[in-house]
């Protein structure tokens, strides 16, 4: 009887990387020192198999929803060299099935998450439109809060290696613009019988001039498309069945720019998506930042 039950998935698709990737206002633009706060949203109420939609009860998960806070400094040693932080805090809510009473329940927590140090080169050109990045994700988020599984956990555990670059562009008089994004995050060890899949995040944009509202206000619509690839967890603690995970991403967004100030909104919706085994997805997600110069 046993053999003929269909196995029962905990499993997720969180694609939170994304939000790392695609915020244009972030990118060296000629400032000594940036400061910045970001908001990000993130519901995965669905079901998935493959490339479609598959029934809730073949996954142990129900729900999980997240909302993540990210405080930053940017700092700029000449127009060649800078260095960014990004301090992350976390709270999510898990609803799941108990293994032990097999009802639905669900679990809240709040935590610190993990730590980024990037260092900065964009010293390939004078205007500063073209860059690389490199640093390490550091293990500061909590792995350990009873009722989570590792791969829902807001921490890793790990130490993860940060890799990446990016490309500013202009089109024809220069009234559009772009822009080209890619990280990878590596991570470089098991932490308790878990090691989350190489992650790679990447984001072209394309804006428009804008409309000048006065007094050194600017409003500017950007259209830009996000892919995110992950490869599949790994140990004892890891399901490798069930993650892993291919997603695109449309994303209309708006920023608004007030002198130093700048206010950047966008909605990111899947347009294909594709997961390993049974994992919760989003039918959206978003993102809110404000950052200044200075």
């Known amino acids: 009887m046993a053999a003929t039950l269909p196995s029962l998935a905990h499993a997720c698709a969180c694609g939170c990387g994304v939000f790392d990737v695609g915020t244009s206002a972030m990118l060296p633009n000629g400032a000594k020192n940036t400061v910045f706060l970001q908001y990000s949203y993130l519901d995965q109420p669905e079901n998935w198999i493959g490339s479609s939609s598959s029934p809730g009860a073949d996954n142990n998960d129900k729900r999980i929803r997240s909302e993540f806070y990210v405080a930053g400094f940017q700092h700029m040693f000449d127009r060649a060299w800078g260095v960014m932080v990004e301090v992350p805090y976390t709270q999510r809510h898990f609803t799941t099935t108990d293994d032990a009473s097999e009802l639905i329940v669900s679990h809240d927590h709040a935590a610190l998450g993990d730590i980024r140090i990037m260092g900065m080169y964009t010293g390939f050109s004078d205007d500063m439109s073209t860059g690389v990045t490199f640093g390490v994700k550091l293990a500061t988020g909590d792995f350990t809060y009873k009722g ?7 921490g890793t555990g790990t130490t993860d290696l940060l890799l990446g670059g990016y ?7 220069g009234s559009w613009g772009g822009f080209a994004q890619v990280q990878l995050d590596q991570p470089l060890n098991t932490r308790e019988g878990y090691r989350p899949g190489t992650e790679l995040d990447a ?31 790994h140990g004892d603690n890891a399901d490798p069945p069930d993650s892993g995970y291919q997603r695109l991403l449309l994303s209309p967004g708006l920023e608004l720019r007030v002198r ?35």
């Open 148 to 154: 989570f599984d590792r791969d829902t956990s807001i």
């Open 167 to 173: 490309r500013q562009m202009h089109f024809g008089t």
């Open 203 to 233: 984001a072209v944009g394309v804006y428009p001039g804008g409309w000048a509202l006065g007094n050194g206000v600017h409003l500017t619509p950007i259209f830009q498309a996000l892919v995110s690839v992950r490869s599949k967890d």
């Open 260 to 294: 130093r100030f700048r206010l950047y909104a966008d909605v990111e919706r899947p347009v294909y998506q594709h997961v390993n085994g049974q994992q919760l997805v989003p039918h959206w997600q978003g993102k809110l930042t404000a950052s200044l110069n200075f």
